[in-house]
C-alpha cells in the first residue's frame, strides 16, 4: 500500500510522515530530500542554471539513490549538505522543470514499487501516486507553520525574525503552487487535515485512524 503525504513546506510533513510510517511498519520516503541532492549536485557540479538544456542534461545523469532513511549522492550520504540555504534557494530551477521531475518520480516509482510505502512531497497523491490507496494532504495557515519553524529555529539556538521566516516562506508557496507541472495542490480523492491549533501526535494519530480505515476497506 502507498500512503501520500503532501503539503505545503513547514507543515510539519517529513516528521509525521516518517513516524507513521514506523507505527505502520511501513517503510519511508521524502521526496524532497530527492529533489534537495539533484540540486546540490548541481551546484557542486556548477550547472550554469539559467541554461535550461544543461540542467535537463545534468539531471539525467545524476546518480542519487534512497536507501529508506538517507539520500546519496554518488554513493555519498549528503542528507545535512542538502539543508543548507544556498540547496533551498536554487531548487525551483529543478523543481520546475518537467524533465527534472520526470526523472525524480521514475525514482520514486521504482523505489516503491512492491512496497508498503508512506511518501511524502507536493505531487505524490496528485501525479506521482495517483492511483495510491490513501492520500493525505497535511496544511497549516501560513502563520501557524512560521511561528512553529520559528520555534524550531530558537530551540536550535538560531533565532530569526518571525517576518522574515515568513516573507520565506510566502515565497516557497507561491513556487510550489504555480509550478507547471508537480505543483502543489491536494487529489481530489486526499484527506484533507488543516492542523492549526493541533499538536504533532493530534496530527499523528488522525493520520493513522485515517490510514487504518482505509487498510481495513482494502482488506
Ligand atoms: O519538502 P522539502 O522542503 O524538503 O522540499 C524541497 C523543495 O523540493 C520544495 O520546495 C519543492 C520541491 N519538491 C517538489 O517539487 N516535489 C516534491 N514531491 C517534493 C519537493
Redesign the pocket.
Known amino acids: 500500500m502507498i500512503v501520500t503525504i503532501d503539503g505545503p ?1 513547514g507543515a510539519g510533513k ?1 516528521s509525521i510522515a516518517k513516524i507513521a510510517a514506523d507505527r505502520l511498519g511501513f517503510e519511508f520516503l521524502d ?3 530527492l ?2 541532492a539533484m540540486t546540490l549536485a548541481a551546484i557542486r557540479a556548477q550547472v550554469d542554471f539559467s541554461d535550461t538544456q544543461e540542467i535537463i542534461r545534468f539531471s539525467s545523469t545524476v546518480d542519487i539513490q534512497w536507501d529508506g532513511q538517507r539520500v546519496l549522492l554518488k554513493g555519498e550520504d549528503v542528507s545535512a549538505q542538502i539543508r543548507t540555504p544556498p540547496v533551498t534557494d536554487a ?1 525551483r530551477f529543478v ?1 520546475d522543470l518537467p524533465d527534472s521531475r520526470s526523472r525524480l518520480s521514475e525514482i520514486q516509482r521504482q523505489v516503491s514499487t512492491g512496497r508498503n510505502m508512506v511518501t511524502e ?4 497523491g496528485s501525479e506521482v501516486f495517483s492511483d495510491a490507496e490513501c492520500k493525505i494532504f497535511l496544511t497549516a495557515s501560513p502563520e501557524e507553520r512560521a511561528r512553529r519553524r520559528h520555534q524550531q529555529l530558537a530551540d536550535m539556538g538560531r533565532p530569526v525574525p518571525l517576518e522574515e521566516i515568513l516573507r520565506a516562506q510566502d515565497r ?1 508557496d507561491e ?2 503552487r504555480s ?1 507547471e507541472i ?1 505543483a502543489l495542490r491536494p487529489a481530489d480523492d486526499a484527506s484533507i487535515i488543516e492542523s492549526d491549533g493541533m499538536t504533532t501526535d493530534d496530527v499523528l494519530e488522525l493520520i493513522l485512524k485515517i490510514v487504518r480505515s482505509k487498510i481495513a476497506e482494502q482488506s
Open positions: 513546506a517529513s521526496t524532497g530530500a529533489y534537495r531548487i523543481a512531497g507536493r505531487d505524490q516557497r513556487e510550489d509550478r508537480g
